[in-house]
């Protein structure tokens, strides 16, 4: 019989029968299996038409006294009859109507509650004062999957296994014991359902008049709706948070993987252009396959198969949805059921084999973006049991955060370019290397700061070599980062070469160079309102002398250099500390030292001692310092090793001086009195000390230099006069007097019977000049030595 057929058409009813439609309705066939449910049962017993219909009419009644039974198993009161129904003669089946004892509009209190606690939209549950279940509603039933008869006398954790089910056991008893109501919010998955859903239950206690706590009651609902809408508003904010806080392409990529995994996808694939990971602008993408650079990749659980790595390369075919969104520029969602993922799947293995181990069921493919140039693109993955497909909320969602996300890259990549073209103008501007000098071997280390948004910073270091066989040691800092920094060091570089090329004092030249800074500061600000990056710089300057063993140096708001001595031992050298340049008008002061044979001497910036306490930052340095190394470069290494391990936010310079001392054997120096007839004396002891030296193929040039300079001080100076020669890779000739008067090179006229000795001194040797001291001048002139 069709159970859509209206009653009686194939079983007619016994004449004078008449139907009340109130009536709880019921046919069964001959088998005594029902056939026909009313609406009118349904309220009655409880059941549903699908549910019922097909099972015997027994199920409808008590084993025991035959009454009526409700679908919850408590008995009903109601009035049953039978009617049988015949077809051609013979029993075709029954007919059952029922009406409750009393109307539903005249029921009492008792009854009401009863239906309000069954036909309660929501599974709630009754549980007596040991915890155990006493009653469940058929919406529980229906959730569950199980009769009231498996709930009732048990414990929540004697039915169903897993934390979530542990906790709302504990809260029940609390609320038995305490009498306050809990709130809970757990991940279900029912049967039949592909993923768990959200659930929030509301435990709390039921009492009797006199407020004693006789049980408590559990009330369930499913929110997942408006847990994900809660959820994705709750992906945006963290987004916002936690995606680009640093300037690095790869590690905002990485950022994104970890905000969207495991809680919005189960699998984020972040490739990007090749160009966009250099830094460079990238091209436009048509279509066609692509290979991008995958900068970041994660799973919410192991995955196995051949994916590419993060920093590997990444294939995608023309059908795949990463490539389509990339020529297109529109984000794709997918089921994986869907022609344009089994094409894409049957060219594609690896990602075929993936999606089928995951268990993948749908995808979302977006394009990053950021000022009309495409990046790359994400691929999101979600996989059964874990998340339910993807709905168009959650690709608008989706477009929303990587719209975000692909500013912080492109600021990223910008960044990375810049960083690039900084770091190679700073390369460029530096000495390659300290250049050998005979006065102390030198090593040196630029290290640029590390991490994903640090910037190239403005230290430098230089080793200058001066007259008289002495060496000028330089270290310095600016101020910011950039290329700003990097062209305000090759600026303040320049300027100290220049300054030392005139020879100048340690104090005098930082002196010149705070003026430079502040006419240069003082220009430039009235064109910008920012300050210039060369105002608040620091430079620490210093000059070896290896025939006296001294070191005279000065410092403008530098660290101090430390000086490791030969035993091991190390001071921090006790310079006075002027101000940074730029900042103020106190003069600087120069500190002198004297450097043993063996010693080091270590100038660095503030970026060694950075990460954590100045004072403990020094310890560890004179510690790392006074390691033995097999060369200077190699303590160099290690130094910045010790003192830098991980990378640092601010680039540091080392540089490293083991000073030599000129012995007797490579100087000779002589007094010489303020006589014209001591000009003869003092060639022939100049003579022989180069014949002592094997030197005698420069005796004639050396004649020559010792006559006009020593000449000049007896007739334009005054006394002492002392006169030097030095041995090195050049020969030195110095001669010093008390005069604080300068000869200037000029070209004699013809006729002129003197003004040519300079002349001649400057065209026979490689350069000539004059230091000044505190007790007047020396003038000095070098030539080579080619057999050395």
Known sequence: MNSHEPLGQRHPLPPGTVLDTALAVVVADADGRITHWSEAARALWGHTAPEIVGRPLADLFTEAGGGPRHRSGRPLRAQVHAVPLSEDGGEAGFLLTARPDAPQDAAGPEPLKGWAFDQHPFPLSVHGPDARVLHVNEALVRATGCPEEQHRGRLITEIAQGDEYEDVMNRIRRVLETGKPEFAEHFHRLPGEPSAHAWAMDVYPLEDASGRVRGAAVSSYDYSEQYDSRERLALLGEARTRIGSSLDVAGTARELAEVTVPRFADVVCVDLLDAVVRGDQPLPVGPGPVRLNRAAVRAAYLVSGQQPAAGETAYHPASSPVARCLATGQAEMH?????AVTRWFAEDPVHAAQAQECGTHSLIAVPIRARDTVLGAALFLRCAPHHEPFTHDDLAITEDLITRVGISI???????????????????????????????????????????????????????????????????DVVGHGIAASATMGRLRTAVRTLADIDLPPEELLTHLDDIVTHDAAERSDVADEIPSDVGATCLYAVYDPVAGTCSLARAGHPAPILVHPDGTSDVVDAPAGPPLGLGSLPFEAAEVTLSEGSLLALFTNGLLAAGDVDERMDELRHALAQPSSSLDALCDGVLRTMNPEPAGDDSTLLLARPRVFGWDRVAEWDVPVDPAAVAEARRRATQQLDSWGLEHVAFITEVVVSELVTNAIRHATGPIRLRLIRNETLVCEVSDGSS??????????????????????????????RYTRSGKTIWAEQLLPNR
């Not at 090593?443 to 066989?469: H, K, M, S, T």
């Not at 006229?749 to 065209?763: K, M, S």
């Open 335 to 339: 089921h994986v059921t869907h022609d």
């Open 410 to 476: 492109d600021n990223a990549r910008r960044f990375t370019r810049e960083r690039g073209v900084a770091l190679a103008l700073q390369r460029a501007l530096l000495p390659p290397g300290p250049a050998p000098h005979a006065a102390a071997e030198t090593a040196a280390r630029y290290l640029p700061a590390g991490g994903g948004d640090a910037q190239v910073g403005g230290d430098w270091f230089d080793v200058i070599p001066l007259p008289g066989a002495r060496v000028g040691l330089v270290v310095g």
């Open 741 to 770: 008067t300068s000869p200037h090179l000029r070209r004699a006229r013809l006729h002129d019977e003197g003004g040519r000795g300079l002349f001649l001194v400057a065209e026979l040797t490689q350069r000539w000049g004059t």
